[in-house]
């Protein structure tokens, strides 16, 4: 058994899903620890609450939002010079956490501060995320002016990094890998336990997800579709005719999302590869002001598994023509590859010094950084 310390942006869910999706199989034999904030805190700590697993509270990156719901670049700056600020004091007291538990591997998803610690102490650190497409995947199959976006969002994962005795990107996309980046493991999305266990079926509603708050005019917009909307993201709320708004339940979610005809939704990575292994169309909102969520967009098109539109052009019609080519859209990646967990756990599987989950194969040997 070892010990294994995990740290994760906690802005949005994505990056929390993925890792409840990785802790749930790491802790059948080993001991987890969670470090997060924001969000992924709140998620992680309900789920875990009462179990073995730890949720450690951490300060954390977080972008910055408008009155509207759009990433603003000032309000991003303010809250980068806050973390900044206290950085110096929770690297301190990561290394000295570190020092007294000592952990086998830690493993980082988008979360600098921890692996920065482990760096010091010499903990061996692996690479988990989504981000990290920036610096490895081959993009020159996204339209130019975004990929001049995707050169400056590189720097700021390269400002993230730390050496790393293993990479994994998860994705739901799978465009060849950069010259010079075949140690890197790509993998799908993590998938949850109550994904992997849904039984997909197709009835009439749709589902919709919110990060923050819906696009001026879409919910009226919605609200003008002849089939239940059942809307999360936002709170549960009065029925506003066919707009049903559902309370945070992760299972109850995952059930109405493999039943539904179609998911309409902000462009988040792990939701969007979801509701492709659940064979379900996805018409795909970008943040505005979230190049990251524009590229995963474009990348949706591009397998014809669905469609995006910015969150200016939401309008019933354009809705109700998405829904007539839903049954159309279908990836053709099949399910097997879209999970990515059993390729993730592979691995991790050489650094815990295991040939199969939790069969030690004797001491673990030192690993080479990989810069």
Same mark, same amino acid.
């Not at 730890?54 to 719901?69: D, K, M, N, S, T």
């Not at 007294?100 to 979360?111: A, C, K, M, S």
């Not at 102490?121 to 081959?138: A, K, N, R």
């Given at each position: 058994?070892?010990?294994?310390?995990?740290?994760?942006?906690?802005?949005?869910?994505?990056?929390?899903? #993925?890792?409840? $999706? +990785?802790?749930? &199989? !790491? /802790?059948?034999?080993?001991? *987890?620890?969670?470090?997060?904030?924001?969000? =992924?805190?709140?998620?992680?700590?309900?789920?875990?609450?009462?179990?073995?697993?730890?949720?450690?509270?951490?300060?954390?990156?977080?972008?910055?939002?408008?009155?509207?719901?759009?990433?603003?670049?000032?309000?991003?700056?303010?809250?980068?010079?806050?973390?900044?600020? #206290?950085?110096? $004091? +929770?690297?301190? &007291? !990561? /290394?000295?956490?570190?020092? *007294?538990?000592?952990?086998?591997?830690?493993? =980082?998803?988008?979360?600098?501060?921890?692996?920065?610690?482990?760096?010091?102490?010499?903990?061996?650190?692996?690479?988990?995320?989504?981000?990290?497409?920036?610096?490895?995947?081959?993009?020159?199959?996204?339209?130019?002016?975004?990929?001049?976006?995707?050169?400056?969002?590189?720097?700021?994962?390269?400002?993230?990094?730390?050496?790393?005795?293993?990479? *994994?990107?998860?994705?739901?996309?799978?465009?060849?890998?950069?010259?010079?980046?075949?140690?890197?493991?790509?993998?799908?999305?993590?998938?949850?336990?109550?994904?992997?266990?849904?039984?997909?079926?197709?009835?009439?509603?749709?589902?919709?997800?919110?990060?923050?708050?819906?696009?001026?005019?879409?919910?009226?917009?919605?609200?003008?579709?002849?089939?239940?909307?059942?809307?999360?993201?936002?709170?549960?709320?009065?029925?506003?005719?066919?707009?049903?708004?559902?309370?945070?339940?992760?299972?109850?979610?995952?059930?109405?999302?493999?039943?539904?005809?179609?998911?309409?939704?902000?462009?988040?990575?792990?939701?969007?590869?979801?509701?492709?292994?659940?064979?379900?169309?996805?018409?795909?909102?970008?943040?505005?002001?979230?190049?990251?969520?524009?590229?995963?967009?474009?990348?949706?098109?591009?397998?014809?598994?669905?469609?995006?539109?910015?969150?200016?052009?939401?309008?019933?019609?354009?809705?109700?023509?998405?829904?007539?080519?839903?049954?159309?859209?279908?990836?053709?990646?099949?399910?097997?590859?879209?999970?990515?967990?059993?390729?993730?756990?592979?691995?991790?599987?050489?650094?815990?010094?295991?040939?199969?989950?939790?069969?030690?194969?004797?001491?673990?040997?030192?690993?080479?950084?990989?810069?």
């Amino acid at each position: 058994m070892a010990r294994i310390f995990i740290s994760l942006s906690g802005d949005g869910r994505g990056h929390a899903t #993925r890792v409840r $999706a +990785l802790t749930e &199989r !790491l /802790r059948e034999r080993h001991t *987890v620890v969670i470090h997060t904030s924001g969000q =992924g805190y709140d998620f992680l700590a309900r789920a875990y609450a009462g179990t073995e697993v730890q949720v450690r509270r951490i300060p954390g990156l977080h972008f910055g939002y408008g009155a509207e719901g759009n990433v603003r670049l000032g309000a991003t700056l303010r809250e980068t010079a806050r973390y900044l600020h #206290r950085l110096p $004091a +929770l690297l301190a &007291r !990561l /290394r000295v956490s570190l020092a *007294v538990e000592q952990p086998e591997l830690v493993i =980082g998803d988008f979360e600098p501060a921890l692996p920065w610690a482990a760096r010091q102490l010499g903990i061996p650190h692996v690479s988990l995320d989504h981000q990290h497409f920036l610096l490895t995947y081959d993009l020159r199959s996204l339209p130019g002016w975004l990929r001049l976006h995707t050169l400056y969002m590189g720097l700021v994962v390269r400002a993230y990094d730390s050496p790393a005795v293993a990479r *994994v990107v998860s994705s739901f996309y799978f465009p060849p890998l950069r010259r010079g980046c075949k140690h890197v493991t790509q993998t799908g999305v993590l998938l949850r336990p109550a994904v992997l266990a849904a039984e997909p079926s197709s009835q009439s509603h749709v589902v919709v997800y919110w990060r923050r708050q819906a696009p001026p005019g879409a919910l009226d917009a919605l609200a003008q579709l002849r089939r239940e909307v059942r809307v999360y993201g936002l709170g549960q709320q009065e029925s506003r005719g066919p707009l049903r708004f559902q309370a945070a339940d992760e299972e109850r979610f995952v059930a109405d999302l493999a039943s539904c005809a179609a998911l309409v939704c902000t462009a988040g990575n792990q939701l969007v590869g979801e509701a492709i292994y659940l064979r379900k169309p996805v018409l795909a909102i970008p943040e505005p002001g979230n190049y990251e969520q524009l590229v995963n967009a474009h990348f949706l098109a591009q397998m014809r598994a669905g469609t995006w539109m910015a969150s200016h052009d939401f309008t019933v019609e354009r809705v109700r023509q998405f829904l007539e080519r839903a049954p159309q859209l279908r990836s053709d990646v099949p399910p097997a590859r879209m999970n990515g967990l059993p390729a993730a756990l592979a691995a991790l599987r050489p650094h815990l010094g295991l040939a199969t989950d939790g069969i030690p194969t004797g001491t673990r040997q030192p690993q080479p950084a990989i810069a």
